[in-house]
């Protein structure tokens, strides 16, 4: 079964620093990655996404994520930190299933303190 | 981007009444919607998945005939929470999937009374 794994509840940064979240996959085939960011009381913003191609990928809001076969890793990362992007992330997979339905990880919040 | 409109983003309604939940695909036909429930400092929990013109298929542990899932059109599927007690209190969130990634609405935070 896919899954994906947030290993860390909470991660803090001081702004201007550089950001890392951290989620690793387990998957049978190809894998299909995405990270989406929660603010407080509403629904899930998507920002970026690995499907093939090159293992660096760009999203929203100057985020990017490295995909790393070897590592079975999809690190979030952005190379400042602005006290705005305070939020929850979350790691998903799209199941290999007729659905194509999305698991989740357990998300990280994510602090920055300015 | 795809947008996804859900309603109300709000509701507070006494215990035993039934909920309607609606979930909208503004700019795409979406033939597959979801259905999560997300509790305080947790992950999204699948609940369902909704086909248009079809039954919706339920997660394991989730009762169909307390959530009843409706997609009547490409555009529209609706929750409905029916017979609603404390402990259905939570944030219910849709999903449509669009080409290549899902799009999600605000989110509902139902709490019953």
């Known amino acids: 079964a896919q899954s994906v794994a947030q290993p860390e509840d909470q991660v803090n940064v001081a702004e201007g620093n550089p950001l890392t979240v951290k989620c690793t996959y387990s998957?049978?085939?190809?894998?299909?990655l995405f990270w989406y960011v929660q603010y407080p009381n509403r629904g899930l913003q998507f920002l970026l996404k690995?499907?093939?191609?090159?293992?660096l990928v760009k999203g929203s809001y100057g985020f990017e994520a490295e995909f790393n076969k070897s590592q079975t890793s999809f690190h979030l990362k952005k190379p400042s930190a602005l006290v705005s992007d305070s939020a929850l992330y979350f790691c998903a997979v799209r199941d290999g299933g007729a659905t194509n339905k999305l698991i989740f990880g357990t998300g990280t919040l994510l602090a920055v303190q300015p | 981007g795809a947008v996804v409109s859900q309603h109300p983003s709000r509701v507070i309604c006494k215990s035993g009444t039934s909920v309607k939940i609606e979930c909208r695909s503004l700019?795409?036909?979406?033939?597959?919607m979801f259905w999560y429930r997300q509790f305080p400092k947790q992950s999204l929990m699948l609940m369902a998945t909704?086909?248009?013109?079809?039954?919706?298929?339920?997660e394991q542990g989730v009762e169909k005939d307390k959530f009843l899932i409706n997609h009547a059109s490409l555009t529209l599927s609706t929750l409905t929470v029916t017979s609603a007690h404390p402990e259905d209190s939570s944030f219910y969130i849709c999903?449509?999937?669009?080409?290549?990634?899902?799009?999600f609405g605000q989110g509902t935070r139902l709490t019953v009374v």
């Open positions: 690995y499907i093939t191609g090159d293992n």
């Open positions: 998957v049978s085939g190809n894998p299909y």
């Open positions: 999903s449509a999937r669009g080409r290549s990634e899902a799009f």
């Open positions: 909704s086909n248009e013109g079809s039954k919706a298929t339920y």
């Open positions: 700019d795409f036909q979406a033939t597959t």
